[in-house]
């Protein structure tokens, strides 16, 4: 499909917005009141540091919402305002914070059923209002709601976009794009819908088997069966691995990204030789703003002496996990929770630890004097940061 065509045809119907209903005012109320925090407004504004009893917070420089985030939520609650009657549905969480998706629910934004993985668009109906989240929708999703007659609201993140085009870029071109990110991300998915060939890689181990290929070959159907759900219809590796753009979901982390890319142009580069690089190779760094300034700010934050660390933010967010990843990494003691009421009854805290299920630990809180870390991700509002910290600081005063 002509991907670039769609969108441009779809820019242009006056069944599309992605600009907002300019009323910012009329929803400002309502947003400080569900999202934000005096409390953590104090934090910042004292140094990021807060001391009570035998805890000293220490709040990393950059965390919680990010720009995509505050402009996302804000055009779903305008979109209510400006549709107040009609039905209003939401592709997917409009971003991953339980909160968040919990008040949309409260304004009568209904969530597009899934059934057994897949998505039932059966019940949307011509003229309902649609919304594409912050991290966007694939092509094939939004090529149904235009043709059903819908009105799209798409808050989709400049960022995404900027991906997206990317890898039409490398379609145009016939590169393949390998994509960093994991493969059932609504990012990477509807990235992978607006590329051409793709191949969606997870870490530098997933990378690493894929250089090998290039430089070595190797055993073509085990490559396809490791692939199966990471590659484009038909992939060939002995065919599409010749000519690669390297794209990436936004949220990963920046480190690994950077050192994919650098593999892939070392490979690539040892393979087809220097003066025939260009040829074979095309690389943008994809991850966002946001994404970086708080994975550097919890790079500064582990720095310090703690003794327990508290990320916060859905379980379902890449962004939240990379953080929580950096404090694992550093042997900082970390738990990560999607909200305040995780942290109890007693002494005692339900939290996901890297790559497992819920676990409840117990005891939460040592004896004595404590220098807690506390980060947020890109989508999770301060209103729930603040609820951590009070449940925190009751526990630790008991
Ligand atoms: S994390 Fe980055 S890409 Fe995602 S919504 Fe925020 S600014 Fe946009």
Request: hydrophobic letters at 40%.
């Amino acid at each position: 499909m002509d991907t670039r065509a769609f969108k441009r045809s779809l820019h242009h119907s006056d069944r599309y917005n992605r600009r907002g209903f300019g009323r910012a005012d009329e929803v400002a109320a309502s947003l400080e009141e569900a999202y934000t925090s005096p409390l953590i407004q104090r934090i910042r504004e004292d140094g990021y540091q807060y001391r009570q009893g035998r805890v000293i917070i220490r709040l990393a420089q950059a965390f919680g919402f990010c720009w995509g985030v505050e402009r996302a939520v804000a055009m779903a609650y305008e979109t209510r305002r400006h549709y107040p009657s009609e039905r209003i549905w939401i592709t997917n969480e409009i971003i991953h914070n339980p909160s968040v998706n919990a008040h949309l629910r409260e304004m009568d934004v209904s969530f597009i059923p899934v059934d057994g993985g897949v998505k039932d668009f059966s019940e949307v109906l011509s003229n309902d209002v649609v919304i594409l989240p912050a991290f966007g929708a694939t092509v094939q999703e939004m090529q149904l709601l235009n043709e059903r007659g819908c009105h799209i609201v798409d808050t989709t993140c400049p960022w995404v976009s900027k991906v997206w085009n990317t890898v039409e870029k490398h379609k145009k071109e016939s590169f393949t794009s390998v994509i960093h990110g994991k493969v059932k991300h609504e990012e990477t998915l509807a990235t992978s819908s607006f590329a051409g060939t793709y191949l969606v890689v997870l870490d530098l181990a997933e990378a690493q088997i894929v250089c090998d290929y290039i430089l070595q070959g190797g055993d073509r159907e085990a490559f396809l069966r490791r692939f199966a759900a990471a590659t484009s219809p038909g992939f060939d590796p002995d065919r599409d691995l010749v000519r690669i753009g390297v794209a990436n979901q936004t949220t990963m982390l920046k480190s690994e990204t950077e050192e994919i890319g650098r593999l892939f142009e070392r490979t690539l580069l040892r393979r087809y030789g220097p003066a025939a690089l260009n040829e074979h190779f095309l690389a943008f760094n994809t991850i966002c703003d946001a994404t970086q300034e708080r994975q550097d700010a919890m790079f500064s934050l582990v720095d310090e002496p703690l003794d327990l660390m508290v990320v916060i933010g859905g379980y379902n967010s890449s962004n939240t996990t990379h953080l929580q990843e950096i404090a694992v990494h550093r042997g900082i003691p970390s738990v990560h929770i999607d909200a305040p009421e995780r942290i109890g009854p007693g002494n005692s805290v339900e939290h996901k630890p890297l790559g497992r299920d819920l676990e409840r630990l117990e005891p939460f809180l040592p004896e004595g004097e404590l220098r807690i870390g506390i980060t947020s991700g890109a989508s999770t509002p301060d209103r729930v940061v603040e609820g951590v910290i009070d449940r925190v600081l009751d526990l630790a005063s008991r």
